[in-house]
């Protein structure tokens, strides 16, 4: 049982949160959460490289020079690869880089995540997070009090807040995401997670309410 400090807007402590992070995930499998990471990060490329062959290289197909009595190594086209300006041997072809694993591993994951997070008291609890209107100064100033000002931070909250957005949108390295957003890519790339105490409460309802997943026996 793991005993979070929760704060306030002003970084003061108002309370604890006790949980367990078994209650996420009854174990961390470090090669799920890095196949589950190469997924995100594969279905990000944009496969769009491509360079041209010989065959699409402008450019004469005459011979350089007659084959024999020059004393150089024969020699056909211009385009060939071995010369400067010709065609690639092997060339790029443009690609598609994605691909799914199941939707079971990866829920898994973002729950495997959020509880190394806890277990690495790299996470921050905050009470709650509201905004009249998009106000960027003070959700710096929130940061500053929690000591997350000026670090990659990821901030979830329950659900979708057109406030809370905004008003971290000019931040610099600063994503908000809501919990049914999250996976394990966002959770474990920045430096730090604040998380409100709503958000967490409806991460631990999605993982009751899960089936239990069995993790990958592999284990690096």
Known sequence: MVSLPVY???GDEVGTYDID?????PRISKQLLH???????SNRRQGTAKTKSRGEVAGTTKKMYRQ??????RAGSRRSPIRRG????HPKRPQDWSYRLPKKALRLATRMAVASRIGDDELTL??????????????AAILKALKL????LLVAVDGYDANVYMSARNLAHVSVLPVSDLNALEVLRPRRVLMTKAALDALRQKAAAAKPDAAPSSEP
């Open 86 to 89: 010709g065609g690639r041997a």
């Open 8 to 10: 306030n807007r002003s």
């Open 35 to 41: 196949d589950v990471v190469v997924m995100y990060q």
């Open 126 to 139: 905050i009470d709650e997070l509201k905004f009249d209107a998009p106000k960027t100064k003070e959700m």
């Open 68 to 73: 024999k009595g020059t004393g150089n190594a």
């Open 21 to 25: 992070p078994a209650e996420l995930a």
């Open 149 to 152: 000002g000026g670090m990659p």
